[in-house]
């Protein structure tokens, strides 16, 4: 071969490789720039991401004080029921104990209403009625004394069923601040 085709085949293999190379470095090059861009992509949707995961946190955190402070709110108005009921629940057994010593000390009589035809028709007292006391109600009406054991028995049963009201009372207010 000659020394004109020699250097005719060593330039276009020179000329190849040089081309070749040239491509490689392009084509990293390129690589580099998509990769770049890539990361940027994926770092704003990472930011984006971020942001989107902080906004939902605070509104989680504002979501959690507001129904604190509506849990505080309904905690401080259960204690000022709960003390009103203790007030009423002390007010009605101080007055319940008041009601036994007066009975127990006869300072105070139970008394019933009794049918004025009924005790006439059992032959008592001739069907005359009674006079109206300075402190009666019905002008004339007959009334039979309780034994003081049988009032004791009527006043405890009161109690309870005082006791039970407020009970109750409490229970329905509980119930309406719990349920707003």
Same mark, same amino acid.
């Given at each position: ?5 020699? /250097? ?15 491509? *490689?470095? /392009? ?23 971020? +942001? ?7 509104? =989680? @955190?504002?979501?959690?004080? @507001? ?18 009921? *203790? ?9 319940? =104990? ?9 300072? @105070?009589? @139970? ?8 005790? =006439? ?20 009406? #007959? ?10 028995? #009527?006043?405890? #049963?009161?109690?309870?069923?005082? +006791?039970?009201? #407020? ?14």
């Amino acid at each position: 071969m000659s020394l004109g085709a020699r /250097w005719v085949l060593l330039s276009l293999l020179l000329g190849a490789a040089m081309g070749g190379r040239l491509a *490689w470095l /392009w084509q990293a090059d390129e690589l580099q720039k998509q990769e770049a861009g890539y990361e940027r992509q994926l770092a704003q949707k990472d930011l984006a991401h971020s +942001r989107e995961r902080e906004a939902a946190a605070s509104a =989680a @955190l504002d979501q959690l004080e @507001l129904q604190q402070a509506a849990r505080r709110d309904l905690e401080d108005r259960l204690q000022v029921q709960g003390k009103t009921h *203790w007030k009423e629940m002390n007010d009605a057994q101080q007055a319940q =104990a008041r009601l036994r010593d007066r009975l127990a000390t006869a300072d @105070l009589r @139970l008394s019933v209403l009794v049918d004025a035809g009924s005790v =006439a028709a059992q032959g008592c007292g001739g069907g005359v009625r009674a006079s109206a006391g300075t402190g009666g109600v019905v002008d004339g009406a #007959i009334r039979a004394q309780l034994d003081p054991a049988h009032a004791r028995r #009527i006043v405890a #049963i009161t109690d309870e069923g005082d +006791r039970a009201v #407020i009970a109750l009372k409490a229970c329905q207010a509980y119930v309406r601040e719990v349920t707003q």
